[in-house]
Structures are given as structure tokens and as C-alpha cells.
């Protein structure tokens, strides 16, 4: 059948490969033409991504929105009612979910794209196909379940009486950065991975930490001055999060300084954890 090993076949179809057939380019543009024609197969797997994460599940495709839904629940309660957080003003329930949306987003990316080549190892040792296919599906099945999540987002907007501006418009560049930032980390970590498996180990706390250095539960207000350029500076996901918080719920647009940084540090990062990811490809067989 189409799409099995040992089937012959063209673009957007596994096929074997003689290794010293192949011939490898040091070309990135070459790569990105590659991945181009088998954008049928990326597609393909991010639909079996899809499935198999939610295969057996009572609820489905549901906990997309349970889990930053219950979160928005347990930071409401013990960080607005309980430790009286400040939220700039804005309802905490807003305040909390609009970060979490994001966040939620690049969280469950890294968690299902970083030891993605590990868990299939049994595909990347017997047949031929950009190997990037697989952690960017990853990356795209998180995409899905932000976008049903955020399908709560509107009548949460709606019940607090929160108007849409102009500055909504502001959501679709935040969004394009954010996936640019995504991908270039998965591809960067998930390659690192098969060299150095602890990093499927670390990644969970690394993740847990990450949460609490950006802000989620607290405004980025509440950092000191002196040292807020270097905290979004550090921490492209600060200028992600407060950038949907002031476009959506404030209604006023993006730092326009911060976030072209932002953009700037996620394209390199998409560059080189590309470059490197293409580096490594050649030994994924004999590696994982």
C-alpha cells in the first residue's frame, strides 16, 4: 500500500533508500525544497500525531482545552483569591488563560517533538524520508489543539465584557513568531536528543521552570526596571505572552522594539537548530 516501507514511491511517500546512493546537500534552501515536495507525508503524520494522542480517550480532542481551562481554574483560585496576585487589573481568569494559551502551546510542542525521533526509531532506521517531518508534526498537532483551546477564549472574552480592538490584529504575527520559535527549538532539541538522551529527562523540569520565569501567573510589571530588557530579552516567550495579553484582553498593541527582537532571535533560532538538525540527519539511523 502507499505510504508503507518498501513501497516505491515519489514525493509524500516513504520510500527505501541505498545510503550511498543518497547524496547529502549542505544546502539549506535545497532542504527546504525537499520538505516541500513531501509536504503530503508531513501532513499525513501529523495526522496519525493527531490520532495516537488521542486515541482511547474518553474525551478526545477535549483535553486541548481541559488543560489550560483547569490550570486557569487552580491559578485563579490560589494565586488571585488565596496570594492576591496582581493582574494589571485585568479579571485573573482572563489574565491567566490568555498566557496559558501560548504557553500550552510551546510546552506541548517540546514534550511531544523533542524525543519524537526516539520513539520512532523504527521508521528512521529502515526508510528514507526528511527527518524533520517528524518533530514538526509534533509541532503542528500542538498547533491544532491551540487553536480548539482557544475556541473558550471568546465567550470567556464575551462573559467579562472585554471588546475587541483593531489591535487583535496584532494576534496573527504573535502567533507567526511564536511557531517560528517552536519549530526552531524542537528541531534544535529533538536533534540534540538522539545524541544526548537525558534531555527527554531534563525537558519536563526545564519546561516546569520556564513557566515560573515567565509571566503567567504574575504581569511582567511586577519586574523591576533595571532589569526588564534583559528579562525579555532572555526570554522570548515574556514578549510572546505579554504581547497577546496587550493585543487581545487590553486591546492595545505589542512592544514594537521587544518583539522584533523576538522575531529576530526566533528566526536565527529556526536557522540554526535547522542547520544543525540537517547536520546530524546523516547518523539518526546508526545514532537512534
Do not use: C
Amino acid at each position: 500500500m502507499p505510504g508503507e516501507p518498501g513501497t516505491p514511491g515519489g514525493p509524500g511517500r516513504f520510500k527505501e533508500v541505498n545510503p550511498v546512493e543518497y547524496e547529502w546537500s549542505d544546502s539549506l534552501p535545497a532542504h527546504l525544497r525537499e520538505l516541500v515536495r513531501y509536504r503530503e507525508l508531513l501532513w499525513q503524520i501529523t495526522q496519525r500525531e493527531i490520532k495516537v494522542r488521542y486515541k482511547q480517550s474518553l474525551l478526545g480532542m477535549l483535553w486541548a482545552i481541559l488543560q489550560p481551562l483547569s490550570l486557569m481554574v487552580v491559578f485563579t483560585v490560589f494565586f488571585s483569591w488565596f496570594a492576591r496576585l496582581q493582574s494589571d487589573g485585568i479579571p485573573y481568569p482572563i489574565f491567566s488563560y490568555a498566557a496559558l494559551l501560548p504557553w500550552t502551546f510551546l510546552s506541548t510542542s517540546l514534550s511531544f517533538a523533542v524525543p519524537s525521533l526516539i520513539a520512532n526509531s523504527h521508521i528512521i532506521t529502515k526508510i528514507y524520508f526528511p527527518r524533520e517531518i517528524i518533530p514538526l508534526a509534533s509541532v503542528l498537532a500542538a498547533l491544532l489543539d491551540f487553536f480548539i483551546a482557544s475556541g473558550v477564549f471568546v465567550p470567556l472574552l464575551i462573559w467579562y465584557g472585554i471588546e475587541p480592538t483593531r489591535n487583535l490584529l496584532f494576534v496573527a504575527p504573535l502567533l507567526v513568531v511564536q511557531i517560528v520559535f517552536a519549530t526552531g527549538l524542537s528541531l534544535l532539541l529533538s536533534a540534540f536528543t538522539v545524541l544526548y538522551r537525558d534531555v527527554r529527562h531534563v525537558l519536563p523540569l526545564a519546561i516546569q521552570i520556564w513557566m515560573f520565569v515567565t509571566p503567567i501567573l504574575y504581569p511582567a510589571s511586577v519586574v523591576p526596571e533595571q532589569w526588564r530588557v534583559w528579562y525579555f530579552l532572555l526570554n522570548p516567550m515574556a514578549v510572546i505572552i505579554e504581547g497577546y495579553r496587550r493585543s487581545v484582553v487590553q486591546g492595545a498593541a505589542p512592544e514594537a522594539g521587544y518583539l522584533i527582537v523576538t522575531a529576530g532571535i526566533s528566526v536565527a533560532l529556526l536557522w540554526m537548530g535547522y542547520a544543525y538538525f540537517k547536520y546530524l540527519e546523516r547518523d539518526f539511523a546508526d545514532i537512534v
